[in-house]
Nanobody, 125 residues
Framework: QVQLVESGGGLVQAGGSLRLSCAAS????????MGWFRQAPGTELALVVG????????YYADSVKGRFTISRDNAKNTAYLQMNSLTPEDTAVYYC??????????????????WGQGTQVTVSS
C-alpha cells in the first residue's frame, strides 16, 4: 500500500512561487503515473499536472501552462510541483495522486489509486 504525503504548501503573495513535494512510502512510485490535483472551495477536484512513470510525457491544464512544472525523482520516491507566477486563482488544496497505468496520463479522479492528504496553497493579492 503506497502512502503519499504532500508538503510545501503555504501562504504566498501573488507573483510568488512555491514548490510542493509528494513523498511516497510503503512502496515505490517508479511504475506509477503521478498527478497533482487541486480543489478550490465550490469547485470540483481537477487534474492540474501529470507525468508518466519515466517522465517522458507530461500534462498541464491550460490554466497553469508556462507557470507550473511537474517533475519526479524515482530514486527518492518523490514527485514535485514547482509553481511560479502564482495568482489568487491558484488558491486551493493540492493533492498528489498515483495511478498504476504508468504510461498514460488521464484526468478522471477515479483513475488514480493512491492519494495524499492534501496541502493548502493560498495566494494573496
Amino acid at each position: 500500500q503506497v502512502q503519499l504525503v504532500e508538503s510545501g504548501g503555504g501562504l504566498v503573495q501573488a507573483g510568488g512561487s512555491l514548490r510542493l513535494s509528494c513523498a511516497a512510502s510503503g512502496g515505490t512510485i517508479g511504475g506509477y503515473t503521478m498527478g497533482w490535483f487541486r480543489q478550490a472551495p465550490g469547485t470540483e477536484l481537477a487534474l492540474v499536472v501529470g507525468i508518466t512513470r519515466n517522465g517522458d510525457r507530461t500534462y498541464y491544464a491550460d490554466s497553469v501552462k508556462g507557470r507550473f512544472t511537474i517533475s519526479r525523482d524515482n530514486a527518492k520516491n518523490t514527485a514535485y510541483l514547482q509553481m511560479n507566477s502564482l495568482t489568487p486563482e491558484d488558491t486551493a488544496v493540492y493533492y498528489c495522486a498515483a495511478a498504476r497505468f504508468g504510461d498514460l496520463i488521464t484526468t478522471p479522479v477515479n483513475n488514480y489509486d493512491y492519494w495524499g492528504q492534501g496541502t493548502q496553497v493560498t495566494v494573496s493579492s
